[in-house]
């Protein structure tokens, strides 16, 4: 069992930045390719990035590229989402995921997922 636990969502402006982190516990972190995924109201759970064990190998979904990062911190077991020049459709619960197949967390098919946390991008 891998648990996640998000935090770092919050309100802010258009233009405005924010810090997603997701914490994980129960399994060795280092052996999981981590991801972000958000949902909107209305719509269905989508990919955002995602970065491999050792962090070489990302993806970033394309109307992010350039303004989200992924990181990750194997000695914290935390993988991290720095968000600037937010837009109001970035408005979504975002979701942290883990998997041991790099292909199952591309696809948003991971076992493991936090809980989310609300990130809202005023206009």
């Known amino acids: 069992q891998v648990q996640l636990v998000e935090s770092g969502g919050g309100l802010v402006q258009t233009g405005g930045s924010l810090r997603l982190s997701c914490a994980a516990s129960g399994r060795t972190f280092s052996n999981y390719a981590m991801g972000w995924f958000r949902q909107a109201p209305g719509k269905e759970r989508s990919f955002v990035a995602a970065?491999?064990?050792?962090?070489?190998?990302?993806n970033y979904l394309d109307s992010v590229q350039g303004r989200f990062t992924i990181s990750r911190d194997n000695a914290k077991n935390t993988v991290y989402l720095q968000m600037n020049s937010l837009k109001p459709e970035d408005t979504a619960v975002y979701y942290c995921a883990a998997d041991q197949n790099w292909g199952l967390l591309l696809r948003g098919t991971s076992v493991y997922w936090g809980q989310g946390t609300q990130v809202t991008v005023s206009s």
């Open positions: 970065i491999g064990w050792g962090g070489v190998h990302i």
